[in-house]
């Protein structure tokens, strides 16, 4: 598979209320590599300061032969609003499954700034369907 940058990226929304854009927008580069691009409106910002947000941060997901690495820059502590874990889990199920391989991954938070949550793991043993 050659590698693909030919994707619309999503520039947010008037009304983070009525939007339909989805929380991650995923773009799949090659075989091994998905580029994550976090919408505006998975952040929409506090009463006194209404969003959407300015950000719309970029990660990457690297699949190796026996790992998976994830470059997060996200820019959300709310897994409701901003479902990353279950998104690479799921990545990392299709991933695997059309490989014919099993990849565990660990995900953690490496650097939280202290107004958000403290850091969260959810681990994918080897073998499971999570």
């Not at 939007?19 to 991650?24: N, V």
Request: glycine letters at 6%; proline letters at 9%.
């Amino acid at each position: 598979m050659s590698s693909d940058l030919n994707v619309v990226w999503i520039h947010g929304a008037n009304n983070c209320s009525t939007t339909t854009d989805p929380p991650i927008q995923v773009h799949r580069f090659n075989r091994d590599t998905f580029i994550l691009r976090q919408s505006k409106c998975s952040e929409p910002g506090t009463p006194a300061n209404p969003g959407p947000s300015f950000e719309a941060p970029f990660m990457y997901l690297l699949f190796g032969a026996t790992r998976a690495l994830l470059l997060d820059t996200g820019a959300s502590s709310s897994s409701a609003r901003f479902p990353l874990a279950s998104t690479v889990g799921k990545l990392r199920h299709d991933h695997t499954a059309a490989l014919g391989t099993r990849i565990a991954t660990t995900i953690t938070s490496q650097a939280t700034p202290s107004s958000m949550a403290p850091p969260t793991r959810a681990s994918f043993p080897r073998g499971s369907t999570a």
